[in-house]
Nanobody, 121 residues
Framework: QVQLVESGGGLVQAGGSLRLSCAAS????????MGWYRQAPGKRRELVAS???????NYADSVKGRFTMSRDNAKNTVYLQMNSLKPEDTAVYYC???????????????WGQGTQVTVSS
């Protein structure tokens, strides 16, 4: 079994910064791609940023230049540094990891529990 635990959300004023973390634990053989998603009230979940096993990143246009995603493979952890936050960034943020468990040969999607980010104007 694999578990993802997120931390770092909270309330911040517009223009401020937050850093989200997501740590994976359990029977992990390898973690391939990782991603951060968000879902605002009444909206669909959207991809914010992703990172490959080799460290290549991709960002949604709405966060380019403001958010930075990184990973620490030794700690099975992914980060999302969010700067210059805007009220429209308010959402529940979810981490996603594509994991090959030690008990399987296929990869599976795992999700964190979500962390609330609220940006006040």
């Amino acid at each position: 079994q694999v578990q993802l635990v997120e931390s770092g959300g909270g309330l911040v004023q517009a223009g401020g910064s937050l850093r989200l973390s997501c740590a994976a634990s359990g029977s992990i053989f390898r973690i391939n791609a990782m991603g951060w998603y968000r879902q605002a009230p009444g909206k669909r979940r959207e991809l914010v940023a992703s990172i490959t096993s080799g460290g290549s990143t991709n960002y949604a246009d709405s966060v380019k230049g403001r958010f930075t995603m990184s990973r620490d493979n030794a700690k099975n952890t992914v980060y999302l540094q969010m700067n210059s936050l805007k009220p429209e960034d308010t959402a529940v943020y979810y981490c996603n990891m594509v994991v090959v468990p030690t008990t399987a040969i296929d990869q599976y999607d795992y999700w964190g529990q979500g962390t609330q980010v609220t940006v006040s104007s």
